[in-house]
């Protein structure tokens, strides 16, 4: 019985702790300057946020807090996501143009769900990047610019604008 009364109040504590936790991280404490070191040294004296972006330029921690998740940052920016967006399209670069041509495959489909693509909508994403294959990959194209070229043709299809939460 003790045993079963500590666990109780022991699960208490750890959902009270997450909940405390996530909070905090989802209150953004920091100005237009985002965040890092100059919010810690500016903001509790409501200095202007010049001085805030000059600090973090100058120490060069806010990329370092965005991507540890510390100094008020967050790990979960649209930064990081592009960056694997990106990974994934170099990773996969030869695979994804089959699959293009082709407007399905595996590899397609994780690519749409990256872009934040629902999964009704894979099919769809699919058929755009079939019907536009030869505006998407040229004898010029990298990784880096069939990506932004499939965002700019998933943005102006109107269904998938509205299902692609990651663009």
Do not use: H, W
Not at 116 to 139: H, M, P, W
Request: charged residues 20%.
């Amino acid at each position: 019985m003790g045993k079963r009364i500590t666990s109780i109040l022991f699960l208490s504590a750890a959902v009270v702790a997450v909940t405390m936790t996530s909070t905090a991280v989802e209150a953004k404490k920091y100005g237009m300057a985002g965040c890092g070191l100059g919010t810690y040294v500016f903001q509790k004296n409501n200095a202007e946020q010049i001085f805030v972006a000059t600090t973090n330029g100058i120490y060069g921690n806010q990329t370092f807090g965005i991507t540890s998740g510390t100094s008020n940052c967050t790990a979960d920016g649209v930064v990081k996501q592009d960056k694997v967006q990106e990974l994934f399209v170099t990773m996969n670069y030869d695979s994804l143009g089959q699959e293009m041509a082709s407007g399905k495959g595996e590899k397609l489909e994780s690519l749409g769900s990256l872009l934040g693509c629902s999964n009704d909508s894979l099919s769809r994403f699919g058929q755009v990047t079939k019907e536009n294959y030869a505006k998407l990959i040229t004898e010029d194209s990298t990784p880096a610019s069939l990506l932004s070229a499939v965002k700019s043709e998933v943005k102006s299809d109107k269904v998938l604008a509205k299902s692609c939460s990651q663009i």
